[in-house]
């Protein structure tokens, strides 16, 4: 079974990036082309019905399985960045982590309106994150047609977050 796959291959880093955290570490996972490209096809076919005109991908482990998604889906990837980043003219949106705050912007003609977007990253925690992703999609009027996660830290309810933009919350693994 592919979740029990994956689990094997994340990496328990106990607290990090600080104290009472446990950090899933996925870049082991990486080095299992055939896990890699697995996970890359089960994203796809879960994500399939949602039809996306695109997959946005959160900074930074959100670009290693949101680039193959869209490629395999054939439909562009937006990259969203911590703050400072990107080059163009951004939006941005402030928000609260698991770990302290942060803020992500996007190049303002990233997202079009009426676009159904796929918002993409490696792990769901408290959902301050993929909630701010959203913002900045419906900021520019697009809609939200669902997420998708490798992992899901169900024990923090990210998912009771999101549940306002979509109720199509799809992760591979849950713990
Ligand atoms: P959150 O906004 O609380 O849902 O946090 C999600 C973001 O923080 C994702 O981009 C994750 O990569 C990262 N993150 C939060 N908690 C963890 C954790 N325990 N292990 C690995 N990454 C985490």
Excluded: C
């Amino acid at each position: 079974m592919l979740e029990n796959k994956v689990k094997e291959s994340i990496r328990d880093v106990v607290d990090f990036p600080k104290e009472g955290i446990v950090f899933k570490d996925i870049t082991p996972i990486l080095e299992n082309t055939v896990l890699t490209a697995e996970i890359a096809d089960a994203f796809v076919e879960r994500s399939k019905s949602l039809k996306p005109d695109a997959i946005l991908g959160i900074e930074s482990r959100g670009f290693f399985w949101g680039i193959l998604i869209a490629q395999k889906m054939g439909i562009p990837f937006i990259p969203v960045r911590k703050k400072g980043k990107l080059p163009y003219k951004t939006i941005s949106y402030k928000y609260d982590l698991e770990y302290g705050s942060a803020e992500i912007e996007m190049h303002e003609d990233a997202v079009s309106k009426g676009m159904n977007v796929l918002i993409h990253d490696d792990l769901l925690a408290t959902g301050g994150t993929a909630m701010a992703a959203a913002e900045l999609v419906k900021s520019q009027g697009a809609n939200v047609v669902g997420f998708s996660f490798l992992v899901n830290l169900t024990f923090l309810k990210g998912d009771q977050r999101l549940l306002p933009y979509s109720h199509q919350i799809i992760s591979l693994v849950n713990y």
